[in-house]
């Protein structure tokens, strides 16, 4: 069973990064071929794909973030990260991370989310 958990501070400033830390446990990083990514949904709207790291450590990131976007990982720990630069108050969200199998082109495994508010 693969379990993944979202950590991070719950309040970030304006103008400062957003840094998450996403734990997996019962799965390596590493496996193909699986895509690691992470998801946000704003109050009161829909989910929005950030981006993802994938087995071999590629990225590729939302086109509406990714100047903003950073993703890394520490396979020693099976663990990787969503960094977000220059936040506002519009990146306040529920954020969390995910597995994406490429084979069967499906999200089979989600944590529970973490709350991420931006404000002074």
């Known amino acids: 069973q693969v379990q993944l958990q979202e950590s991070g501070p719950g309040l970030v400033k304006p103008s400062q990064t957003l840094s998450l830390t996403c734990t997996v446990s019962?799965?390596?990083?590493?496996?193909?071929?699986?895509?690691w990514s992470w998801i946000r949904q704003p109050p009161g709207k829909g989910l929005e794909w950030i981006g993802y790291?994938?087995?071999?450590?590629?990225?590729y990131y939302s086109p509406s973030l990714k100047s903003r976007t950073s993703m890394s990982r520490d396979t020693s720990k099976n663990q990787f990260a969503l960094h977000l630069s220059s936040v506002t108050p519009e990146d306040t969200a529920v954020y969390y991370c995910?597995?994406?199998?490429?084979?069967?082109?499906?999200?089979?495994?989600w944590g529970q989310g973490t709350q991420v508010t931006v404000s002074s």
């Open positions: 019962g799965g390596s990083i590493t496996t193909n071929y699986y895509y």
């Open positions: 790291i994938n087995y071999s450590g590629t990225t």
């Open positions: 995910d597995r994406y199998k490429g084979p069967i082109a499906s999200y089979d495994y």
